[in-house]
């Protein structure tokens, strides 16, 4: 309820990224090297690319305590939505 957690497929050690607050998680997607992450009521959101430049690590404005976050992918579109 507080990381992004990426396990690697070759079995090699998983790695963690604190979101900084417990929160209810969306499920990830991974989409051209980056994962999504976001978590409802701590209202964060992440995004953990391959490097470092492009990692993004923020809050959400404006989502209730009762948001349902599902993050939907259309080609090359990460979208986060509120159910």
């Known amino acids: 309820d507080t990381s992004l957690i990426r396990q690697p497929l070759d079995?090699?050690?998983a790695t963690a990224t604190s979101a900084g607050k417990p929160g209810m998680p969306a499920a990830p997607v991974?989409?051209?090297g980056c994962a999504y992450a976001a978590?409802?009521?701590s209202n964060a959101?992440?995004?953990d690319c391959t490097?470092?430049?492009k990692d993004v690590q923020t809050t959400?404005?404006?989502l209730t305590a009762q948001a349902q976050l599902v993050?939907?992918?259309n080609r090359i579109v990460v979208v986060l939505t509120d159910l």
């Open 11 to 13: 079995g090699g050690a």
């Open 30 to 32: 991974n989409l051209a």
């Open 39 to 41: 978590w409802a009521i």
């Open 45 to 47: 959101y992440l995004r």
């Open 51 to 53: 490097g470092d430049d």
């Open 60 to 62: 959400i404005d404006g």
């Open 71 to 73: 993050f939907r992918v």
